[in-house]
């Protein structure tokens, strides 16, 4: 697996619009650590697993109405990323461009 640092600019639709913020990754073997940035708001990433292109993990957002624990699983395209984010809130679809050019 290759080892990596890169950042994403996301979009997420949600109820009340498009949010977008960013996503800021570190891979490393099998483990997947950085910050998730949305709604204003930064909170790191825990517990992150890799597998080829698959990755997951969790945390928790800190929101006007309190902490929003989330748990995200998502792929890795070229140049992009999709994820599934879920919250006791809703399940989110979120879309992600990456900022840096993949060097091959």
């Given at each position: 697996?290759?080892?990596?640092?890169?950042?994403?600019?996301?979009?997420?639709?949600?109820?009340?619009?498009?949010?977008?913020?960013?996503?800021?990754?570190t891979l490393l073997g099998g483990?997947?650590?950085?910050?998730?940035?949305?709604?204003?708001?930064?909170?790191?990433?825990?517990?992150?697993?890799?597998?080829?292109?698959?990755?997951?993990?969790?945390?928790?957002?800190?929101?006007?109405?309190?902490?929003?624990?989330?748990?995200?699983?998502?792929?890795?395209?070229?140049?992009?990323?999709?994820?599934?984010?879920?919250?006791?809130?809703?399940?989110?679809?979120?879309?992600?461009?990456?900022?840096?050019?993949?060097?091959?």
């Open positions: 697996m290759e080892n990596l640092a890169c950042t994403y600019v996301l979009e997420m639709e949600t109820p009340l619009g498009r949010r977008r913020g960013t996503l800021k990754l483990s997947v650590s950085g910050e998730l940035t949305l709604f204003t708001r930064t909170a790191p990433i825990l517990d992150g697993h890799r597998s080829g292109n698959s990755l997951s993990f969790r945390g928790e957002m800190k929101t006007l109405a309190g902490a929003l624990p989330y748990q995200a699983n998502g792929i890795l395209r070229d140049n992009g990323l999709e994820m599934e984010i879920t919250t006791a809130r809703g399940h989110y679809t979120v879309r992600g461009l990456r900022t840096e050019k993949r060097r091959d």
